[in-house]
């Protein structure tokens, strides 16, 4: 079960409803019980309340976001609503115990600082790059992390909160999080990708999310868009993959292949510093023909990806979040991303799935991991609440 630890005294006292006011160091470890402490109406008297100084009776659920620079932390109502959020530097080479540690301190600096009140959070959820092994709450790689190698993260995470700890690869709990209050909270069904230093995703259908039987579900920067013989490796080693042809990192490295013979590119200017994605966009927007001729190569691929994933699945929608997304629908170029992929798509798909295809950009932002992270927590808390019910 990816549950985590859940001591059966501590789960029964949130689903009865009580709110922690009889809390009793016999129950727990000195350490521990000083850490509840800190969340317990002894310290932050009575219900959470929001900026309007209402009470906040929503079960809370916990969101953690680990990336290679930050940790996000994030505060989730019941409807998905951001209550309060806070961020670290992950430290990386200090390990990741520390991260937990430290997630644990700023999580009561929050709660203390916004006036929420910890008894009310059911559960918390986990969203980490790299592979992992769900089932088991172990983090196995990370790219960029190597002092984070194979770590048992889900554990440690409930041990120190206190809490069941739901885990998820970051691209998947942000696709969640789009799923549930993002741009595809209308529908019923979306692929996510998430185009950054490489190319990320997630796949949630019927509220489900597809995490694979080897936690690999959703990897659709993975996808193979070039068999031919010069195809461009992927940073996981195999040719003619996605994240080759439409990361934030492979368009740079094409404007590099390509400037020599654009001479009038205003991409020669952006050289003195380093170039990047969003100047390719900016450049774009003003007119720089090489700069929307790398643009449209990423959307060339792109649709490649999404017609394999689309013809599989069917999805009602295609999200596409991340550093890269050229200003979105503000801007013309961001316009023109989403219309070039649409027709690079209707060749491939069929004729009602192209037309009602929804093509959108992702509207959660940084958000969305920490968003979803929570939403897996909420969505397994339940599973656990109706499995609890049926038992009874
Ligand atoms: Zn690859």
Not at 263 to 266: A, D, H, K, N, R
């Given at each position: 079960m990816a549950g985590g630890i859940i001591a059966s005294h501590r789960f029964r006292g949130r689903t009865d409803g009580?709110?922690?006011?009889?809390?009793?160091?016999?129950?727990?470890p000195p350490g521990l019980y000083c850490f509840l402490r800190l969340f317990s109406p002894l310290s932050s008297p009575g219900p959470s309340v929001n900026s309007t100084q209402e009470p906040i009776q929503s079960p809370l659920f916990v969101g953690v976001d680990v990336g290679g620079t930050n940790v996000k932390l994030g505060v989730v109502d019941d409807r998905g609503a951001l209550i309060a959020k806070s961020d670290f530097p992950t430290c990386e080479d200090l390990g990741p115990q520390y991260a937990v540690d430290e997630a644990r301190e700023r999580i009561a600096e929050l709660f203390a600082r916004k006036r929420l009140d910890y008894a009310q959070v059911v559960a918390v959820g986990l969203g980490t790059p790299g592979t992992m092994d769900i089932k088991q709450g172990m983090i196995l790689e990370p790219p960029n992390m190597p002092g984070w190698r194979h770590f048992p993260i889900r554990d440690r995470l409930s041990e120190a909160l206190d809490r069941p700890v739901t885990f998820a690869n970051d691209a998947n709990a942000a696709a969640f999080g789009e799923f549930w209050t993002g741009s595809a909270a209308q529908y019923d069904s979306l692929v996510f990708f998430t185009l950054g230093t490489g190319v990320g995703g997630g796949i949630v259908i019927h509220n489900l999310l597809v995490d694979g039987e080897h936690s690999l579900g959703g990897e659709v920067g993975h996808i193979r868009v070039d068999w031919g013989a010069d195809a461009r490796r992927c940073s996981c080693g195999r040719?003619?993959?996605l994240e080759a042809y439409s990361s934030a990192t492979a368009i740079v490295k094409r404007a590099h292949e390509w400037l020599p013979s654009h001479?009038?590119?205003?991409l020669h200017t952006c050289l003195e510093g380093e170039l990047t994605a969003k100047e390719i966009g900016d450049a774009a927007e003003r007119g720089d023909r090489l700069a929307q001729l790398l643009i449209n190569e990423v959307a060339d691929y792109l649709a490649r990806g999404i017609a394999i994933v689309a013809n599989t699945i069917d999805p009602r929608a295609i999200l596409f979040g991340g550093a890269?997304?050229?200003g979105k629908r503000e801007t013309r170029v961001g316009r023109g991303f989403l219309e070039r992929i649409r027709a690079g798509l209707q060749p491939e798909l069929f004729p009602q799935m192209h037309q009602q295809l929804v093509l959108e950009y992702a509207s959660l932002g940084s958000d969305a991991g920490c968003i979803g992270a929570a939403g897996l927590a909420r969505k397994e808390h339940q599973q656990r609440i109706a499995s609890q019910t049926k038992a009874d």
């Open positions: 009580t709110r922690g006011n009889g809390l009793n160091c016999a129950n727990f040719p003619g993959h001479p009038q590119s205003v890269m997304t050229f």
